[in-house]
């Protein structure tokens, strides 16, 4: 198991660069003001040939509702983040993560 990101000897352009590689993109004019971007990057915004692409959400886990909670919580701007109430509410949690809780709280 590995960190969603790193911050173990990176610039803060690698974490930039981590965070696009694993939600995606970022908003277009923000990728247009990261004069850093190139290091990373080609033009058309895919991985430079030679640097570590970090997985994907999708390759990170398995199950497609944590993969959409956590694709709406990297989003880039806060205002599209869900708030605790829409997190406690999702599939995963409701789901999968709150059962278990549940399950594991019995066995103590």
Same mark, same amino acid.
């Given at each position: 198991?590995?960190?969603?990101?790193?911050?173990?000897?990176?610039?803060?352009?690698?974490?930039?660069?981590?965070?696009?590689?694993?939600?995606?993109?970022?908003?277009?004019?923000?990728?247009?003001?990261?004069? @850093?971007?190139?290091?990373?990057? !080609?033009?058309?915004? *895919?991985?430079?040939?030679? /640097?570590?692409?970090?997985?994907? +959400?999708?390759?990170?886990? @398995?199950?497609?509702?944590?993969? !959409?909670?956590?694709? *709406?919580?990297?989003?880039? /701007?806060?205002?599209?983040?869900? +708030?605790?109430?829409?997190?406690?509410?999702?599939?995963?949690?409701?789901?999968?993560?709150?059962?278990?809780?549940? /399950?594991?709280?019995?066995?103590?």
């Amino acid at each position: 198991m590995k960190a969603i990101f790193s911050t173990e000897f990176a610039s803060a352009d690698e974490l930039v660069s981590q965070h696009i590689d694993v939600p995606g993109p970022m908003p277009p004019s923000w990728w247009m003001h990261w004069r @850093e971007r190139g290091q990373f990057f !080609d033009d058309d915004g *895919r991985p430079k040939e030679g /640097r570590y692409v970090w997985p994907g +959400i999708e390759e990170a886990f @398995e199950e497609a509702a944590i993969i !959409d909670l956590m694709r *709406r919580m990297f989003a880039f /701007r806060p205002e599209e983040r869900p +708030i605790i109430q829409e997190v406690l509410q999702s599939d995963w949690m409701v789901k999968w993560a709150l059962p278990e809780l549940e /399950r594991s709280s019995q066995m103590e």
